[in-house]
Each structure stands twice: as structure tokens, then as C-alpha cells.
């Protein structure tokens, strides 16, 4: 069975970098096809995707974003790692982390609970 | 990168209704066409893959059809459970982009 779930800071300060850690388990992230993605919502909006990396450490980011995130992983601990810096109010929303594979045609197939962040002074 | 259009944005139906919801893309995506659904509160759920394969466990009166810029997304009949926004996305290539959402009510 395939799970993930999101961790990390609720509130962050305008201008702070934020760390998100989507820690994963029912598969490993060294599998060739496999993937995992960063997708995020503001309140009452729709789905926004941010990141992503590939068991081959390939890494692809929004274009409008790229210049702000990195995503990394570590094999290891099952964890995948998204920063993302100089944040701002617009950026409030909740992130989920979501696994994708070939074999399901690279669909987002199973998604982490989602984790709220705020971003206020 | 690839605009996904749904329509219609929000949708009244009744229980026990034949329900169609409709995607389109800016340019082919040849079958790399998914659908989500999302209740309030909870992360989006694959229902349908590669355009018209039924995600495992997703209930046989979902399913979807279409390819190359056109698809839609059809319940059968509408049961409690199914009022819930749906989006589309595409996985033809990066970044991968959802459609703004179509929100179901009840009637």
C-alpha cells in the first residue's frame, strides 16, 4: 500500500523560504518510472503543480516558479524534499506531494493528506 | 505550456442522472488525459487515466473517453459520494497542467 504524507512549517513570515517533506512509503523512489510529484491549491482554487523528480534524480519545475524551488530526494529515508524561497501571501495554500509511475500513464495515482501553509506577517 | 479548459465550471444534477463533464486541450495531448476528483477538505483522487482506464477501486459508473484535445469525463448515475469538484490534467508533457475544475451540486 502506497502512502504519503506532507510535513512542515503551517506559518511562514513573507520573505522566509519554506521546507516541505513528503515522506513515503509502499514503493521506492530508486524504481526506474517512478516519480514524485509537488502540487499545490489556494483556498477555493484550483491545482497548481510545482515540482517533480524522478527515481533517476531527473528533476523538471513550473517554469513560472523555477527560479524559487528545488526538489530534492533521499532514498534512503523515503523522503522528498521542496523548498521554496522569498515567499509570499499569494503563495498560501495547501501543498500535496503525489506519486506518479509510467504505468499509469505518469498520473498523479496516489496523493498525500495535503499540508496547509499561511503566509503572514 | 498546455492550457486545459473544462466546461461547464459548475454543474446541478440530481441523483440517479447522467452526468458529462468535458475537457479541452490547447493542442493534442493523444491520450495522456486524467481525471480527479476532489471533496471539500481532501486531496484529489485519481479516477481515470491515459483518457478511459478506471483507476482500481473507482466505481464502474465513471468513465472517460476522447483523444487528442477533446475528452469527457460521464456518470452514469450520479449517486450522494459523487458531488464533488472535478478536474482534468494532462501528463503529454511538462509541466503538467490541470483544468480550473467543474463543481457538481446537488440539485
Known amino acids: 500500500q502506497i502512502t504519503l504524507k506532507e510535513s512542515g512549517p503551517t506559518l511562514v513570515k513573507p520573505t522566509q523560504t519554506l521546507t516541505l517533506t513528503c515522506t513515503f512509503s509502499g514503493f521506492s523512489l530508486s524504481t526506474s518510472g517512478v516519480g514524485v510529484g509537488w502540487i499545490r491549491q489556494p483556498p477555493g482554487k484550483a491545482l497548481e503543480w510545482l515540482a517533480l523528480?524522478?527515481?533517476?534524480?531527473?528533476?523538471r519545475y513550473s517554469p513560472s516558479l523555477k527560479s524559487r524551488l528545488t526538489i530534492t530526494k533521499d532514498t534512503s529515508k523515503n523522503q522528498v524534499v521542496l523548498t521554496m524561497t522569498n515567499m509570499d501571501p499569494v503563495d498560501t495554500a495547501t501543498y500535496y506531494c503525489?506519486?506518479?509511475?509510467?504505468?499509469?500513464?505518469?498520473?498523479?495515482?496516489?496523493w498525500g493528506q495535503g499540508t496547509m501553509v499561511t503566509v503572514s506577517s | 505550456d498546455i492550457q486545459m479548459t473544462q466546461s461547464p465550471s459548475s454543474l446541478s444534477a440530481s441523483v440517479g442522472d447522467r452526468v458529462t463533464i468535458t475537457c479541452r486541450a490547447s493542442q493534442s495531448i493523444s491520450s495522456y488525459l486524467n481525471w480527479y476528483q476532489q471533496k471539500p477538505g481532501k486531496a484529489p483522487k485519481l479516477l481515470i487515466y491515459?483518457?478511459?482506464s478506471l483507476q482500481s477501486g473507482v466505481p464502474s459508473r465513471f468513465s472517460g473517453s476522447g483523444s487528442g484535445t477533446d475528452f469527457t469525463l460521464t456518470i452514469s448515475s450520479l449517486q450522494p459520494e459523487d458531488f464533488a469538484t472535478y478536474y482534468c490534467?494532462?501528463?503529454?508533457?511538462?509541466?503538467?497542467?490541470f483544468g480550473q475544475g467543474t463543481r457538481l451540486e446537488i440539485k
Open positions: 490534467q494532462q501528463s503529454y508533457s511538462t509541466p503538467p497542467t
Open positions: 491515459a483518457a478511459s
Open positions: 523528480i524522478y527515481w533517476n534524480d531527473d528533476k
Open positions: 503525489a506519486h506518479r509511475t509510467y504505468s499509469s500513464s505518469n498520473a498523479f495515482d496516489i
